[in-house]
């Protein structure tokens, strides 16, 4: 019994010994640290196909060091859904998580030590999991913000100096940020009944005047809430640091329809639209309201839907504006008679159209109004009839390894990259560069 004893009390010393060693020589405590409630943000950008989530910001509630979590770090599950729907579910399932880094609240990352950990998570055209909008086709015809409810589970140990950070499982979310979108402020106005809502950029105050640029929406951002004027494909990025340094500062004005700038007063699409009236009278008022807008130097233009709107806007409003960029437009050339047509040969346009448009076929729309306008005299109209759309960042691509192709009529995304150029005086000009340039 005496030797059994002492022999236990040997292994205990020796397995105390080898704890120490092993802990001593690793690094590694055994003791788990408190941390504060936890919880997440997303951060939410609008790319070419519309808006994405494409970052999870945690709270992790203490600092932990900048190399203390990978990829692997935490897995990410997402619930998608729709109120607007019978069925709100859309989808769920784990996102893919391609970088890990400790940061700031505000995702900068850290130098050395951070409370927060950023997660980049994979976007892709195809990626439907990643989308921060739906398009309610079957029901309302509208875009609008999905609800997305995150759950993240930590999987491996985050080590610290004071302990172990573990079993962490976060779904508190206080709110989130929307990357551009959130520099517009939103509005309605009403005139004569008809109620448009409205979203507006306003650049710095700078002593000087400055351009405005309006941008009509397309059928699927129709609705009440403006921010789906911007985001539901990528207007928002007439904001972007790199289309506002051609203007030197723009005011941007996205005017919102309840339903479709199309609705005419006597049929959908005939050459007319129920909300000219109010639109031109917002435009107005915004203007008047903004003394420091260069009233020489407004530009409109639109997509689709807003494309048809823009040629209404210049066909009757022609003194207006300095220039147009109508995109994929949807007014029928047979709707223009040859005395509109010599009246917007004075002014300034920039057609883009995609000949793999089976929505709005250009052959029908903008080509013919294009070669009337050119026939008429027309000193300063171009036209960028595009082969097809593609992806022109590189980044996404087809099985194939060719550039990832959108649907034909999605022209309006070389539009907001500024993707559209021509040799104008011998020297290959961009659409925005063009635009900048007009004045009345």
């Not at 990829?71 to 729709?82: A, G, I, Q």
């Not at 000949?355 to 070669?371: G, K, R």
Request: charged share 20%; glycine share 8%; with cysteine.
């Amino acid at each position: 019994m005496k030797n059994k004893k002492k022999w236990g009390k040997s292994l205990k010393l020796i397995g105390s010994a080898a704890l120490f060693t092993l802990t001593f020589h690793t690094g590694v405590f055994a003791k788990e640290v408190n941390t504060q409630p936890s919880s997440y943000k997303t951060v939410t950008e609008v790319e070419d196909w519309g808006a994405v989530i494409s970052k999870v910001i945690i709270d992790i509630g203490r600092p932990i060091p900048v190399d203390s979590v990978t990829k692997d770090t935490f897995t990410v599950h997402v619930e998608r859904s729709d109120s607007r729907l019978a069925n709100p579910i859309l989808e769920q399932g784990l996102r893919n998580v391609t970088n890990a880094y400790v940061a700031d609240g505000n995702g900068k990352p850290a130098v050395k030590m951070g409370k927060h950990v950023v997660l980049e998570l994979e976007i892709g055209p195809n990626l439907s999991l990643s989308s921060a909008i739906n398009y309610d086709w079957a029901g309302t015809g509208f875009n609008d913000w999905t609800q997305n409810k995150y759950t993240i589970t930590q999987q491996k140990e985050i080590q610290t100096k004071a302990g172990t950070v573990s079993g962490l499982v976060v779904d508190t979310y206080p709110g989130g940020v929307r990357e551009l979108v959130d520099e517009f402020t939103t509005g309605t106005a009403t005139y004569i009944d008809v109620t448009l809502s409205y979203a507006e950029y306003s650049p710095g105050k700078d002593n000087k005047k400055n351009p405005l640029i309006i941008w009509l929406h397309g059928a699927g951002e129709g609705g009440t809430d403006p921010t789906m004027a911007i985001a539901g494909n990528k207007a928002v990025n007439f904001a972007s640091e790199e289309i506002q340094s051609h203007f030197d500062g723009a005011y941007v004005l996205a005017p919102q329809t309840p339903t479709l700038w199309m609705n005419g007063k006597t049929g959908f699409g005939d050459g007319t639209s129920i909300y000219q009236d109010a639109l031109m009278a917002l435009i107005d008022d915004y203007v008047s309201n903004n003394k420091d807008i260069d009233t020489s130097r407004i530009y409109i233009g639109g997509d689709s839907n807003g494309g048809y709107m823009t040629m209404l806007m210049i066909r009757d409003y022609t003194d207006y504006f300095a220039a147009a960029f109508p995109t994929c437009e949807a007014l029928l050339d047979s709707l223009i008679t040859d005395e509109e047509i010599q009246k917007m040969a004075d002014l300034p346009i920039w057609f883009i159209a995609a000949e793999t448009d089976t929505i709005v076929n250009p052959a029908n729309y903008t080509v013919p109004t294009y070669n009337r306008l050119v026939e008429a005299g027309a000193g300063d109209v171009h036209l960028s009839l595009f082969n097809n759309v593609i992806d022109t960042s590189g980044l996404y691509t087809n099985d194939d390894g060719t550039p990832y192709e959108y649907n034909g009529h999605w022209s309006w995304i070389y539009v907001y990259n500024n993707d559209v150029s021509e040799i104008i005086d011998g020297k290959e000009t961009t659409l925005m560069e063009w635009l900048a340039a007009q004045t009345k």
